[in-house]
């Protein structure tokens, strides 16, 4: 099928089948795919231009859809979220900012490659190892169905968290839906900032980094870390396409098909999370992000620009 | 793990609807968005946005409708 926008022309049913596949990572992992979905839209032969703009157009579809799921689950901590939204639109500016700066230099294809491979390996190994650690803390032998949050959701690293909320940085406030009593509203415009700046910078919604970020940094719970995420990629993908849409990096089509896809993915990823723990949920997710760094080191191999 | 019947059941229903919304709407839709690309960036990125989020919320309505009519009628 050929779409005029980009000029691109690519199989339906190769951009069904992507965004059925990052749906489910969507739902179950609270992640926005775009770690998968833009080297593969890349690897597909869209410009790389309209693969940023593209996929976060359809970020925005697929991650609503897992966002109301989530909501509707209660694994959304609104209040978070809502605090969350100012660092993560802030973030997201000054993201698109350093790639113009880099676009102005002629740096940004290898600058933006090597980053986003060393970020999604280094997330990956730290994943890996926290997991790894968890599953082999003696936890509850209860079925999963049985167990209490705290006994689903047990965590390495937990004094990371500890730190995190003895800071003293007024004001600081709580998170009831969190379990949480007392945080500094600093920690979390400082994780949403970053957050933020990652989306900007690197593309997609960042869930790669938020999600973990709010795991291990704010010491969220793993389920409503997935849905608050979730949350946090709807307003970042929005903003970031109704930009990139202006600029004319946006092939509205392309991420319509998609959707169709991901709209399925995303009930069987949520539907997923009521089977797992917290450990278990993110060694799956684990390896992933080297998927994506393979796609990208495969283009930026063979010459293909990564943004 | 009747749940997961019920969704397979689903999948192929929204399949087919989804092929017929294919070729109905998204065939007639490329023409139309690639005219308001050229003419009118900033309308196009508000109807680009709005259309997604439309799209979202029509399939999500017509999945869920059709989960809640299976498991209704396996019960």
Same mark, same amino acid.
């Given at each position: 099928?050929?779409?005029?926008?980009?000029?691109?022309?690519?199989?339906?049913?190769?951009?069904?089948?992507?965004?059925?596949?990052?749906?489910?990572?969507?739902?179950?992992?609270?992640?926005? @795919?775009?770690?998968?979905?833009?080297?593969?839209?890349? *690897?597909?032969?869209?410009?790389?231009?309209?693969?940023?703009?593209?996929?976060?157009?359809?970020?925005?579809?697929?991650?609503?859809?897992?966002?109301?799921?989530?909501?509707?689950? @209660?694994?959304?901590?609104?209040?978070?979220?809502?605090?969350?939204?100012?660092?993560?639109?802030?973030?997201?500016?000054?993201? *698109?900012?350093?790639?113009?700066?880099? &676009?102005?230099?002629?740096?940004?294809?290898?600058?933006?490659?090597?980053?986003?491979?060393? *970020?999604?390996?280094?997330?990956?190994?730290?994943?890996?190892?926290?997991?790894? %650690?968890?599953? &082999?803390?003696?936890?509850?032998? #209860?079925?999963?169905?049985?167990?209490?949050?705290?006994?689903?959701? #047990?965590?390495?690293?937990?004094?990371?968290?500890?730190?995190?909320?003895?800071?003293?940085?007024?004001? #600081?406030?709580?998170?009831?839906?969190?379990?949480?009593?007392?945080?500094?509203?600093?920690?979390?415009?400082?994780?949403?900032?970053?957050?933020?700046?990652?989306?900007?910078?690197?593309? !997609?919604?960042?869930?790669?980094?938020?999600?973990?970020?709010?795991?291990?940094?704010?010491?969220?719970?793993?389920?409503?870390?997935?849905?608050?995420?979730?949350?946090?990629? *709807?307003?970042?993908?929005?903003?970031?396409?109704?930009?990139?849409?202006?600029?004319?990096?946006?092939?509205?089509?392309?991420?319509?098909?998609? %959707?169709?896809?991901?709209?399925?993915?995303?009930?069987?990823?949520?539907?997923?999370?009521?089977?797992?723990? !917290?450990?278990?949920?993110?060694?799956?997710?684990?390896?992933?992000?080297?998927?994506?760094?393979?796609?990208?080191?495969? !283009?930026?191999?063979? !010459?293909?620009?990564?943004? | 793990?009747?749940?997961?019947?019920?969704?397979?059941?689903?999948?192929?229903?929204?399949?087919?609807?989804?092929?017929?919304?294919?070729?109905?709407?998204?065939?007639?839709?490329?023409?139309?968005?690639?005219?308001?690309?050229?003419?009118?960036?900033?309308?196009?990125?508000?109807?680009?946005?709005?259309?997604?989020?439309?799209?979202?919320?029509?399939?999500?309505?017509?999945?869920?409708?059709?989960?809640?009519?299976?498991?209704?009628?396996?019960?």
């Amino acid at each position: 099928m050929h779409f005029p926008i980009s000029g691109a022309t690519i199989d339906p049913l190769y951009l069904i089948g992507l965004g059925f596949i990052v749906g489910i990572l969507g739902g179950f992992f609270g992640v926005g @795919g775009s770690f998968l979905a833009g080297p593969v839209l890349f *690897v597909l032969g869209l410009p790389m231009n309209f693969v940023v703009g593209t996929d976060l157009l359809h970020i925005v579809g697929k991650s609503m859809v897992a966002a109301r799921k989530h909501i509707a689950m @209660g694994n959304v901590d609104l209040r978070l979220a809502a605090i969350m939204v100012i660092g993560t639109i802030s973030g997201s500016e000054a993201g *698109v900012q350093a790639i113009e700066a880099l &676009k102005r230099a002629a740096k940004v294809d290898l600058v933006v490659g090597v980053a986003t491979i060393v *970020v999604l390996v280094a997330i990956s190994l730290f994943i890996f190892i926290e997991s790894w %650690q968890a599953l &082999k803390l003696r936890g509850s032998r #209860k079925p999963i169905a049985d167990q209490t949050s705290q006994e689903k959701d #047990k965590r390495a690293f937990k004094f990371i968290a500890r730190w995190t909320h003895s800071l003293a940085w007024p004001p #600081k406030l709580s998170l009831p839906h969190s379990g949480i009593k007392s945080i500094s509203l600093w920690a979390i415009l400082l994780v949403s900032f970053v957050s933020g700046i990652f989306s900007g910078f690197l593309g !997609g919604g960042a869930g790669y980094i938020r999600m973990p970020s709010l795991v291990y940094l704010l010491g969220i719970p793993t389920h409503i870390a997935i849905g608050t995420d979730l949350f946090e990629i *709807v307003v970042s993908a929005g903003y970031g396409s109704f930009r990139h849409a202006m600029n004319g990096n946006v092939d509205v089509m392309i991420a319509l098909i998609m %959707q169709t896809g991901a709209a399925v993915g995303a009930q069987i990823g949520a539907l997923l999370t009521q089977y797992f723990n !917290g450990p278990r949920i993110r060694m799956a997710f684990a390896p992933l992000p080297l998927i994506g760094a393979g796609l990208i080191i495969y !283009g930026l191999k063979t !010459g293909h620009h990564i943004h | 793990m009747s749940n997961w019947k019920a969704f397979l059941i689903e999948l192929v229903l929204y399949t087919i609807l989804l092929l017929v919304y294919f070729v109905i709407v998204l065939h007639y839709l490329g023409g139309w968005f690639k005219e308001l690309y050229d003419h009118d960036r900033t309308l196009f990125a508000v109807v680009a946005l709005l259309v997604m989020i439309g799209q979202t919320i029509g399939l999500q309505t017509v999945s869920s409708l059709l989960f809640r009519l299976i498991s209704r009628k396996k019960t």
